[in-house]
């Protein structure tokens, strides 16, 4: 049985559009799937173009990377983009040039729509969530968990999870979490807030110099560990204005954690207010602190709705639900390819897929790269860590576990210069970078100068 050849390019396989790619290419064994990132591509697709021929289809997961090689890849095949949300339309607005056009949510769809793109083109696949994953803990698991965090058993915990580089214009409403926590601190005796993710200096000394205990975890690498991050939590807010997800809403309501959230992204449609989850008002810090500390009190509802929140993720939002979607928005862009080019259409996109039905849910847990000659392999995955590392030393300052990252591709690959260039870039002062780079120039030109 012949299998759809597809790129997936994310903006890191570590994060969300990463995930994303991963469970599509997982859930849908039609496809042989090759998974690597935008400054991957930069690197292997330039020193070996021909290698752009190895593929059916190009999904970008992500709506940054595909700004440079949508032109290029949607000469050779049918390109899928991605539509998230919109702050900036002139950063992503190439992107309506896809053959197809995934939103997360239908509020997107609507989003997109407005700005000129034929409905045909666009489909709703919402993100989903591994619910085997994020699943709810056993009593001892979160004991265990909040011990590790050094969270008491009777403290009041409320979560957030993201990255501080994707809250461009504050669209995660960070203002609106703080004012509420700092509001909360007044009605609920012992508080403290479990924030996941790189970037929240500012904001966590915001809440210690306000008396709020906070407990930061700047970085989670495997999907395992994050998921038990969600066990220590009593709630988890969503304060946002904009969000393409939000994907850590669907997270903590899989593992029936109790969520307050705006009506954003796919919450307006899934969420059923005081069923499921608490709906509440944009901007609004004082709804987030009230409801809380209501809910606080009573045991017995917030599990009610943590328990309606895990079936309602079970029966909508499973990511072995959501991402079989893929089939009617691939067969869209070979058949909106085929008229674009003028050729005609040599896959059957729909017939690919029922031959494969039957067959066996990929459970590897590495990154798939089917589409890549094995001996370019290895260099892909220590390329991905490399970029990975670069990428939250630049946006995140997480330059100790950058460093880790550095230093194991480095034993992993030790005739590479890789590993050591990154290292010289973003671990060393510039002023010994400048050292080196003069010793290494007066080195290479010792030889020419015995030879006059």
């Known amino acids: ?11 890191s396989v570590h994060w969300v559009t990463g995930t994303i790619a991963k469970s599509i290419a997982r859930f ?3 496809i042989e799937a090759t998974i690597a990132s935008g400054p991957v591509i930069d690197t292997i697709f330039v020193e070996q173009p021909e290698l752009m021929n190895n593929f059916d289809l190009v999904h970008f997961t992500c709506p940054y990377a595909s700004r440079e090689w949508l032109p290029r890849f949607r000469e050779l095949v049918p390109c899928v983009t991605s ?3 919109v702050t900036d339309w002139e950063l992503i607005k190439h992107n309506s040039d896809g053959d197809a056009i995934i939103v997360g949510s239908p509020e997107w769809s609507d989003d997109i729509r407005a700005r000129g793109v034929e409905t045909e083109r666009v489909f709703c696949v919402p993100y989903g969530v591994d619910a085997t994953v994020f699943k709810p803990p056993t009593g001892t698991q979160r004991a265990e968990n909040r011990r590790k965090l050094k969270l008491e058993d009777s403290t009041t915990v409320v979560g957030f999870f993201g990255k501080n580089s994707s809250n461009d214009d504050d669209r995660k409403g960070i203002d609106t979490f703080t004012k509420a926590i700092l509001s909360l601190k007044n009605r609920v005796p012992a508080l403290a807030v479990l924030i996941v993710g790189p970037g929240w200096q500012k904001l966590t000394q915001e809440l210690d110099s306000a008396g709020v205990q906070c407990v930061w975890v700047p970085f989670v690498e495997e999907l395992q560990d994050l998921g038990k991050m969600y066990h220590a939590l009593d709630f988890y807010w969503v304060t946002a204005r904009v969000e393409g997800g939000p994907v850590t ?6 593992t029936e954690v109790c969520c307050l959230t705006t009506a954003v992204g796919i919450a307006r449609e899934l969420v059923v207010d005081g069923e499921n989850a608490v709906l509440l008002p944009f901007n609004d810090p004082e709804a987030f602190a009230e409801r809380t500390a209501e809910l606080s009190k009573d045991d017995r509802e917030r599990a009610r709705m943590g328990t309606n929140a895990r079936r309602t993720i079970l029966e909508k939002m499973h990511v072995g639900i959501t991402a079989t979607g893929v089939v009617d928005v ?12 003028r050729v005609v259409q040599a896959i059957d996109v729909h ?10 849910l990929s459970s ?11 001996h370019l392999r290895r260099r892909v995955k220590m390329l991905e860590s490399l970029a990975f590392s670069e990428h939250l030393v630049l946006y995140h300052n997480q330059r100790r576990v950058a460093l880790g990252m550095i230093m194991r591709e480095w034993l992993a690959n030790p005739f590479s210069s890789m590993p050591l260039r990154v290292l010289l870039r973003r671990m060393l002062p510039v002023s010994m970078v400048a050292r080196i780079v003069k010793l290494k120039n007066r080195s290479n030109s010792a030889p020419e100068l015995v030879a006059h």
């Open 28 to 30: 849908n064994p039609w």
């Open 1 to 11: 049985m012949s299998r759809l050849r597809v790129l997936f390019v994310p903006d």
């Open 351 to 360: 017939q690919i897929a029922r031959e494969g039905a039957a067959s066996d």
């Open 249 to 254: 809403l669907l997270e903590a309501m899989s």
């Open 83 to 85: 539509h998230h949300h």
């Open 330 to 341: 691939y067969a869209k862009a070979f058949e909106n390819f085929a008229t674009r080019r």
């Open 364 to 374: 590897a847990t590495e990154v798939p790269l089917n589409g890549l000659p094995r």
